[in-house]
């Protein structure tokens, strides 16, 4: 098993910056890649971007390209979320997650194995 804890959520201006922290603990041997997720109220979970582990390959939905950083700590197992210019659409929970798919990177929540309880994120305009 995986245990995810994630920070760094907070109230910021729009156009201001937070950095979100996700520290794994367990069985860190046993993803490929660690994604995040966000959740507005009333909304679906949605795909933010993920990274695969071992070689740091990124991937980010289309709406926080250019603004949002994934990186990762391996020393750490510790996961990242820099997000800059933030809009009050990037408002919501924010959780971390672990795709244990070996070779394969999904966007789909449904996909992912375990998951932190979350960080709220909200930014007002």
């Known amino acids: 098993q995986v245990q995810l804890v994630e920070s760094g959520g907070g109230l910021v201006q729009a156009g201001g910056s937070l950095r979100l922290s996700c520290a794994a603990s367990?069985?860190?041997?046993?993803?490929?890649?660690m994604g995040w997720f966000r959740q507005a109220p009333g909304k679906e979970r949605e795909f933010v971007a993920a990274?695969?582990?071992?070689?740091?390959?990124?991937y980010y939905t289309d709406s926080v390209k250019g603004r949002f950083t994934i990186s990762r700590d391996n020393a750490k197992n510790t996961l990242y979320l820099q997000m800059n210019s933030l809009k009050p659409e990037d408002t919501g929970v924010y959780y971390c997650?672990?795709?244990?798919?070996?070779?394969?990177?999904?966007?789909?929540?449904?996909?992912?194995?375990?998951w932190g309880q979350g960080t709220q994120v909200t930014v007002s305009s």
């Open positions: 997650a672990t795709d244990n798919a070996w070779g394969q990177v999904s966007m789909s929540p449904r996909d992912y194995d375990y």
């Open positions: 990274i695969v582990w071992s070689h740091g390959l990124t």
């Open positions: 367990g069985r860190t041997d046993s993803f490929y890649a």
